[in-house]
Each structure stands twice: as C-alpha cells, then as structure tokens.
C-alpha cells in the first residue's frame, strides 16, 4: 500500500466524501424536521394542538381513567417509542343543569325564573386559569364560575345558587390563563362562557365531583391529548395520526361506555406536518442517488488507476503462481483498510457536526451510523476487487485490446433503452401523484421510492444516451480531423475515435456532475420564487394578531393601537360561506391597508387589487384629530334614551363602539387619538325607557353632531332598525325613526346602492363559473350582500384556503352591524409598523398569552423545508468533488496505461509540449461534451419533475397557484465557475505530467 500511497489515499478521500455527505445530508433534513415540527406545534393553537375524547361511562370514573391512559400509552407508540403526550382527565355534565338564586341569608330557593348552568370538574384548574373575583373553592359546598358566564346570568362572587336543591355558594370567578392554550382545544364554552350554541348554555359551574353525582347531572368524561412539543420526534406525528383514526377501535375496545364525541385538529395537523417533513425527506434520496452514481464511478476509475499502477506487479505475482482469486483477495483487503479508514473519518466528521448543532439527531439517526459506511466501504472493496482480478486476468495476456483501452461500445443500446423506460416510469408516477410523498396503508405519509428516483433516473437516461452518441461523434470528428494538414488535430481526433473506453469515464463523471449542479440551481431558484409567492398570499401582511375565535374586542384593540411601534391597525373581519357546496373563506380588508401593508409575493398587482375592491366610505367624516363628538337626538320630553352607543370606524375597518355621555352637547364620546387618521360615525344605537304614555312608539330623530362644541352637519338617509330582530322601523322626520318604549334601534345610513366589488380566488371562480362582473348574492352569517367581481386573482392575502373571496373590511363590519345586535370582533388584525420583530415583542407583552402575534418572516415550516435547498447544493458540491477525485484518477490511468505510446510519439518527432497539449485537448473534448451532456440532462430534470419536488416542500401552497421554474443563476454562476476552475487546473496539471513524462521516455523493445 506505501508504494501506491496516492491511489489508497483518493479511495480513502472518496470514502470518506460520500459518507459524511450523506450523513450530513441526512443530519440536515433530520436537525430542520425536528426543529421545524417543535417550532410549528408550539405555535399551533387552540383545537389545531390537541385531541379530545368524550365517553359517556358505565363504571368505575377512577379505574376507568387508569385503563384509558393506559390504552393511550400502548396507541401513541411509534415502535418501542412512546409518543410524549400529557393526558388530562376532566369531567362535565352532558347537559345544563337548572338553578336558582338564594337569596342573602336565606337558604331557601328565590322566586326568580330558573336558569341552567353547566357544570364541570377540572382538578388542575387554579393552574390554568386566574381568578377576576373572589378565591378557588375549598369545599364541595363551593364552586368557582367562569367570569364572563357569570357577567351574562348576574352572579358574582359570594353569592349563592341551588342547584336540585342543593346550595353552594359561588367562591369565585375565573378566567383561563390562555384562551389559546391547546388544553382547552379552543371550547367556546370554557374559553368565553357559552358554548356558542345559541342555546343559552352558559359555565362552566366548576364544582367538586361529588356535587355532579348528587344534583343528578349527565355525566360525560374527557380525556385531553396534549403533545410534549419540547420532546416530540418528527416521526411521532405519524403515530399520532393513527392512534386516532383507530380511536373509536381503541375505545370499543377497553368497553368503558359510549363514545360521545373525538375532537380537536391535532391529528390532522400531525399528518400535515408529517407530510412536509416527508417531502423534506424526499430531498435526501433524489439528490444523494446521483451522489451515489458518481461515487461508484469514482470507485470503478481508482480501482482501475490502482490496476493500471500495478499492472507490471500483478504480472509478476501471476507468474510466480497467484491465482486472480487470491490477488483479488488481498486487493479487496487493502482497498477495505483505506475505505474503511475514510468512511470512518467521514462518519466522525458528520457526528461532530450533528451533535454540535442537536445532540438528539446522532439517536435519531439511527442504523444510519452503521449502514452508510458499510455500504460505502462494501461499494469500494468491490469495485477496487473487480478490477484487480480483470488487471491479473490482463496481465497473463499482453495483447488484450482492453489494455489500450480500445474498446468500441462504451454503452449499449439496450441499457439506455432499459434506463429510459425506468426513468419514465418513475416521472409518470411522480406527475400523477403529484408529489414524491403518497398516503401509506396506515394513514401516513411516506416517500415513494419510485417517484423520488425520477430525477436521478432521468439524468442517468440522458447521460447514458450521451454517451451512446459518442462513437458516432468521436467518428465524424476523426473523419473530418483526417482532412486536415494539422497531424496534431488528426492525433485528437483518433485518439478519441479508437479509444472510447477512456472517455466514457470522464463523461459520465461531468455529465452526472453538471446536471447535479444545475439541478440545485433550478431547485433553491424554483423554491425560492414559489415559496415568496405561497408566503406572501398565507400571510397577507408582515406583522399581524391572530386571536382565534374569541377575536379582539374593543379593549384589546386600544391596547393593540397603544402599543410602542404600532403604526397602523387595520382589522381582518373573516368570515367562512357555502358556494356551490364548498366551504369559502370570506376574507376583509381595508383597500389602503391592502396597498401598503400587503406583503408583495409576486403573484398579485396589490395596487389594482387595492382599487378594485375600493368602496365609497359610509357615515358621516369627523375632522381629523378631533377629540370629541356628541350625537344630538330629539325625543319627547321625558323619555330621553338611557343609553346611547357611537359606532366609529376608519378607513382601515377599525370598528369602536362607545357608549356616550349625556352633556350639554348632546351625547359625547372621545375620539381615539391616532395621527393622520379620519374616523367616520357609521351607527348610532339608541335604547329607550318603557313608557305606558307611548305605547305606540317614541319618534327619535338623529338632528345633528357637534365636534369638540362646533357643528357638523349628519347629512341625511339615517334610518333604524330593531335592536332586538333586525326589523325595519317606521321612519320619521329626515333621520328618525319610530322607536318601541323600552325598545332599541340602531340608525344607519341606507346601505350600497349597487353590488360590492370583490376579488375571488381561481379556485372560486372556476366553482362558481364567475367572470369580471358577474353579480351574485354572498351569504354572509348576518344575511346576503350582493356583490360583483372586480378580479380573479390567484389567491387572496391572508387566506387560509385556495377558494376565498377579498371584500372591503368595512362593508363586512357594516353588514354585520346591519343584520347582527353585536357584530363579531375580528380574529385578524394586520399591524403596520417600520419595525416589525420589535414591535412583535412588544405586542406579545401587551395583549398576553390570549392571542398569536405573527411574524411572516419567522416561519418555523419554511425554515424546515428551507433546508432542502442546502440539501441540493451540498450533494451538488460533493458530486463535484467525487468528479474532480475521478477525473484525477482517470488522468492518472491514461498516464500508466498511454506511458508507450508518449514514448513512440517522441521517436516520431512530436515534442513533449505538443503531446501535453494533445492531452489536454483530448480530455477537455471530452470534459466539454460531458458538460453538454450535463446541461441537457439537468434542463430536463428542472423542466419536468423538479417543479413537484418544489411543490411538495412548500408549506401549504395554493392551488391555483402554478409553480414556476427559476433557476438560481448566482449560485449556478459560482458553482459552474468554481468546478470549471478547478476541471482546467486539473486538465492543465494532466498535460504538465504528460511532458515530463515524454522529455523521459524511452521506446521499448517490444515497441521498435
């Protein structure tokens, strides 16, 4: 081995390239899945973070506990693996139970109406929640009630109920701690005290278990999955998925009771999790397969370098009565220390670095560890091994043709045709699954060893038809060259003609390499583009509030607005409809706020859609910087409203509702200061007293403003509607209306005389049938709005679906406040500000752990799936480092196995200038055509599978959003350049050898 130092020395390198490439590349993907899936779950909220079972139980609650948590353990399982969860038991009653108030210091029931409460029992409660008023329970004889149930029925802290005749009295009001806290799996009825039924099912009642039992109430037991994000393994999301798709088998099974009801999204946002990671996966194979073909060519070219170097020992040892076999033997044990000792080496590299970077990533990995560098160091052994016993076989016969390398096939046409037929297999089946990751039996996902082999497979196709056109190239050129005066271009061009064999190494090598690199390029470009596209549409703005069901009412949006750094608030009222028997997301906002907030991914003119969504402000304009305005009303004399409420919006859709105070003005209310905004008086509400004297209604008549003391003119057209139905009142005067005594009616101005313009999504209007100006009647919650389309976009900013539909935010608040007594507080808000991560931090401390603030360039997935582009660039780098250590040793074997015919060349007068010149065009003739070669193939491969791959690591992509094809031409100028230098300097170093080589040759005997 020390006479051949450098032929061992490149094995060992080569080994130790591909196993620590490859261990790297699997420690990326493993490092990004991991963090990726912990960062998404921890933002994950409400019902999208946890799982909920309800029975109904025929036994024992507390055996009945021990036997369910025991079930879960054995289904959460990924293998020997438990799935880290915590499981928490609660119970409620299946229906609201009847109370009554007691009277102060009676214990005897009241005579006021019954109500009905539901109860609940939450052991862990005091840990999860805080109190508004009073203490937690200390006995069964007290209970603790959510507080804004409490608001709604009139009870407060201290007083007492009965509940079936028994009295407890209520020790406190509380409100959960994080309203989006995936323990409480986003129920309405624990989250704001009403079950959002309609029902009037008010609570939770937290009560001690016995009291339950003993007013008689229907008892339902649940049981809460919550992950351990902190814990949690990528492959985990899977086992969760199953687990509970086989639930309903599970419960059946442990025969505790009825199961009543499985909740909460966790499940599914498990599988689609699990399904990007899969994708994430996909990058591993489709780019570290090609790795693998130039690391086995690579193999094949040093072990027959290192015959070619020994070619003159091997016949010795021949002589001397070595069998192939044996010489074989000992080839294999040697090439098994070097490679042995290189994948090692690689093996330790990739382990530093994982662990320095996740130290739970070297156990996640797994047989990896193992496996890879066996299968390297096995690869190389039997490449090294094959050539030794074929160079042995050589050298017991001088005049084997194979010697000079003067073979004429360098590939078959059945082989090509073979390669063709599975690459297009495997690219038919990638297009029509339309990802690399399928659905596995189980209900998983999994990476389709098919599909994902399509790049790899096309590049080999294209590059194995490359060289099948070779010989017929080589040919022409030889014929052509032969026409010419030029010895030294004839030389070229038979050498490559007669000696195919020798450049089908270095063609494979550039062509697999090349594609490689160009395969990166068109793979971080495509992804980057779409990625920008997808993020941008999802996001709809770089810094906005997510509150969930519960939405931001007035209080949390002056605290919004207040907080340092805040520029703009610019509500995103939702709202979700039926079209054409499919679920679309209505979606509002502020046609400026759209213009100067929308975060531009390239898809969408946010200027035009600005304009084509814009509508006619509604109300009456306040002078800006106001701050006071008084609603001045006529009604009879004594009978004068008891509350009046001013509805005031902006431009943006910002919707406040203050009540006023009588004063010598009329009825006033503060305007909230915000700089350069113009707030417009959109509602009035009016609720009168009872009044026997006016049974027949009490006119009321909106005269006039007055804004800090001057008068402002209310213009005309304010008529009112019921409080109470909805129902049109009878109209007085200019802006009056006929109100009932102890009656309400809120006054608006008439709404839009023509349909509202609206943007809809691709996806609807292919659902719909819709062009630019069809009219058709949205079914919003509150009623139908007749509306018109102005745009069909590819998608709409800030939607969390493909069909969607854009409309005004303030023509969806005041179609609420049309039809809906309160109109429902926004989910979304988009927040402008010149410093959105600082401005981000400060809103989490201000609004407290009730609401997501959302950062659109701190997204945990995109990062995840991000280093899939790492992926391909650092197979694309190591690909070209193989290349360059196979051609080197492909130079190296034309030096030992070319050695006579330099010195023949001398006796014939070329000059050793002249054959390293030769040289050196020979191997950069073929060196440019493996690049053409290259080219072609990587085209191919970006133009035609690369694009799904692109698609499937994009977290949630639109549909109708197309994927284009980019190529990164940076990064593809840099590697291009890097690998071309570095293939010259190799070529120039090659032909510098070959002249020392002639200054010294000698023409052998048996060539004179």
């Not at 704001?192 to 937290?206: A, E, F, I, M, Q």
């Not at 700089?675 to 004297?693: G, I, K, Q």
């Not at 049109?728 to 009056?736: D, Y």
Request: proline residues 5%; aromatic residues 4%; without cysteine.
């Amino acid at each position: 081995m020390r006479r051949h130092a450098g032929v061992f020395g490149s094995l060992l390198a080569v080994a130790a390239i591909v196993t620590g490439l490859a261990l790297g590349v699997l420690g990326i993907i493993d490092r990004a899945s991991a963090t990726g899936v912990r960062a998404e779950l921890a933002d994950r909220t409400g019902e999208e973070g946890a799982l909920r079972a309800t029975l109904r139980l025929t036994g024992d609650p507390v055996s009945s506990d021990t036997r369910m948590r025991a079930a879960i353990a054995d289904t959460f399982r990924d293998g020997d693996r438990e799935v880290p969860v915590t499981v928490r038991h609660e119970l409620r009653s299946g229906r609201a139970v009847p109370f009554t108030r007691v009277d102060p210091g009676d214990a005897a029931a009241s005579d006021a109406p019954a109500a009905t409460l539901a109860l609940a029992g939450i052991p862990d409660l005091a840990d999860a929640a805080e109190l508004t008023a009073g203490r937690w329970p200390a006995s069964a004889a007290e209970a603790a009630l959510q507080a804004d149930a409490a608001t709604a029925l009139g009870l407060d802290a201290g007083d007492r109920i009965e509940l079936a005749g028994r009295v407890l009295e209520i020790s406190g009001l509380w409100r959960v701690s994080d309203a989006l806290d995936p323990r409480w799996v986003a129920d309405p009825l624990l989250v704001s005290g009403d079950d959002g039924t309609g029902r009037g099912n008010l609570g939770p009642l937290v009560v001690d278990e016995s009291v339950g039992a003993a007013v008689g109430a229907d008892r339902l037991d649940s049981w809460t999955i919550v992950p351990r994000v902190a814990e949690l393994e990528p492959h985990d999301l899977a086992a969760i998925a199953i687990a509970w798709g086989a639930f309903p088998d599970t419960a059946d099974a442990l025969d505790l009771g009825a199961l009543v009801d499985q909740d909460g999204l966790l499940a599914i946002t498990a599988r689609d999790l699990d399904r990007r990671v899969r994708a994430l996966d996909a990058t591993g194979p489709a780019s570290l397969l090609l790795v693998a073909m130039i690391a086995l060519v690579t193999f094949v070219e040093l072990g027959r370098l290192l015959s070619e170097v020994r070619l003159r020992e091997l016949g010795l040892l021949w002589a001397r009565g070595a069998t192939p076999g044996e010489v074989a033997a000992a080839t294999a044990a040697e090439a098994a220390i070097a490679a042995g000792a290189g994948a090692a080496l690689g093996a330790g590299l990739a382990a530093t670095l994982v662990a320095a970077g996740d130290p739970g990533g070297l156990a996640r990995l797994g047989a990896s560890w193992g496996a890879i560098p066996a299968g390297v160091v096995a690869a190389a052994v039997l490449a090294v091994a094959a050539h030794g016993l074929l160079a042995t076989r050589r050298a017991a016969r001088p005049d084997d043709p194979a010697r000079t390398g003067r073979g004429q096939r360098i590939a078959g046409g059945g082989l090509v045709v073979l390669v063709a037929l599975a690459a297009g297999l495997a690219t038919w089946q990638l297009r029509l699954y339309g990802s690399p990751v399928t659905r596995d039996a189980e209900g998983g996902s999994s990476v389709d060893a098919i599909a994902v082999s399509a790049p790899a497979l096309l590049v080999a196709a294209l590059a194995l038809g490359g060289l099948l056109l070779f010989p017929r190239i080589a040919r022409a050129a030889e014929r052509r060259a032969s026409r010419d005066p030029r010895a030294m271009r004839a030389l070229v061009a038979r050498s490559l003609a007669r000696r195919l064999a020798l450049a089908a190494t270095p063609i494979a090598l550039v062509a697999l390499a090349g594609s490689q690199l160009l395969v990166a390029a068109g793979y971080a470009g495509s992804w980057e583009r779409s990625h920008a596209q997808t993020h941008a549409l999802r996001a709809g703005a770089e810094l906005r509030v997510d509150a969930g069901p519960v939405g931001l009412d007035g209080t949390a949006l002056a605290t919004l607005a207040a907080t340092p750094g805040v520029d703009r608030v610019a509500p995103s009222p939702r709202d979700l409809v039926e079209l054409a028997d499919e679920d679309v997301r209505v979606v509002g906002i502020g046609a400026d706020a759209l213009r100067e907030l929308g975060l531009d991914g390239g898809t969408l003119d946010l200027a035009a859609l600005a304009d084509g969504i814009r509508v006619a402000p509604a109300g009456t304009a306040l002078p800006v910087g106001a701050a006071r305005v008084a609603a001045v009303l006529s009604t009879p004399e004594g009978l004068a409203p008891v509350r009046v409420t001013l509805w005031l919006q902006t431009a943006d859709g910002l919707l406040l509702r203050a009540d006023a105070t009588p004063g010598p003005d009329g009825y006033t209310v503060p305007v909230p200061s915000r700089p350069d905004t113009e707030w417009r008086l959109v509602a009035l509400d009016v609720e009168l007293p009872f009044s026997m004297d006016a049974f027949d209604g009490i006119p009321v008549e909106l005269d006039s403003l007055r804004v800090d003391g001057a008068a402002l003119a209310v213009g005309a057209g304010w008529r009112g509607t019921s409080l109470f139905d909805g129902s049109a009142l009878e109209a007085t005067g200019t802006n009056g209306a006929v109100v009932l005594p102890g009656g309400g009616a809120r006054f608006m101005q008439a709404g839009p005389d023509r349909a509202v313009p609206i943007a809809v999504s691709r996806t609807v209007a292919r659902l719909m049938g819709s062009t630019v100006g069809t009219e058709f009647a949205l079914p919003l919650t509150g009623g139908d709005l007749r509306v018109s389309v102005a745009a069909i976009v590819d998608g709409v900013p800030g939607s969390d679906r493909s069909a969607a539909i854009l409309v005004d935010a303030g023509t969806l608040e005041l179609a609420a406040l049309r039809s809906l007594p309160e109109p429902p507080d926004p989910e979304v808000v988009w927040v402008g500000s010149a410093q959105p991560a600082g401005t981000a931090e400060a809103l989490r401390d201000a609004l407290g752990g009730g609401v997501r603030v959302v950062l659109a360039s701190d997204d945990p997935v995109a990062r995840m799936l991000a280093a899939s582009r790492v992926v391909f660039w650092a197979t694309a780098a190591g690909s070209a480092a193989l290349a360059l250590v196979a051609l080197g040793a492909v130079a190296g074997a034309q030096l030992g196995s070319r050695r006579d015919e330099t010195a023949v060349l001398r006796a014939l007068g070329f000059s050793a200038r002249q054959q390293g010149a030769q040289r050196r065009r020979e191997l950069g003739a073929v060196v440019g055509y493996g690049a053409l070669v290259g080219l072609v193939a990587g085209a191919v491969v970006v133009a035609v599978p690369i694009s799904t791959f692109v698609r499937a690591a994009i977290p949630d992509v639109y549909d109708s959003v197309a994927t284009e094809v980019r190529v990164d031409l940076l990064g593809l100028a840099i590697g291009a350049g890097a690998f071309g230098l570095a293939v010259a300097i190799l070529i120039a170093g090659y032909g510098a050898i070959v002249e020392r080589q002639a200054l010294g040759a000698r023409v052998p005997e048996d060539s004179r």
